[in-house]
């Protein structure tokens, strides 16, 4: 059983960065696109960000495109997400989720495709 473990969240100031891990155990990550999701209070979870198992594809939400950057170290079973210029409208809960299908850039963010996910890490931006 694939289990997930988000980490590197906490409160920034506007313009400031933030490194997000999801660390897994149970499995091999790397049998697994991981995605990146985000749910602000009020607001339903989106999608910002996905990467394909082997690395190849990486997708992004329209916003962080250019700011925010996807990248997984399968000898080490973590997946990360680079937080650049982060904005006020970036604080939410972030999780990582996992899955075994096929990702593609019209349907990496649909949450149904992924069975497994973290319990989330708190993001906040603010001066």
């Known amino acids: 059983q694939l289990q997930l473990v988000e980490s590197g969240g906490g409160l920034v100031q506007p313009g400031g960065s933030l490194r997000l891990s999801c660390a897994a155990s149970g499995a091999r990550l790397d049998y697994y696109a991981i995605g990146w999701f985000r749910q602000a209070p009020g607001k339903e979870r989106e999608g910002v960000s996905c990467?394909?198992?082997?690395?190849?594809?990486?997708y992004y939400g329209d916003s962080v495109k250019g700011r925010f950057t996807i990248s997984r170290d399968n000898a080490k079973n973590t997946v990360y997400l680079q937080m650049n210029s982060l904005k006020p409208e970036d604080t939410a809960v972030y999780y990582c989720?996992?899955?075994?299908?096929?990702?593609?850039?019209?349907?990496?963010?649909?949450?149904?495709?992924?069975?497994?996910w973290g319990q989330g890490t708190q993001v906040t931006v603010s001066s």
């Open positions: 990467i394909s198992n082997g690395a190849s594809s990486t």
């Open positions: 989720a996992a899955t075994n299908l096929m990702t593609t850039p019209t349907i990496w963010s649909a949450q149904s495709r992924y069975t497994y």
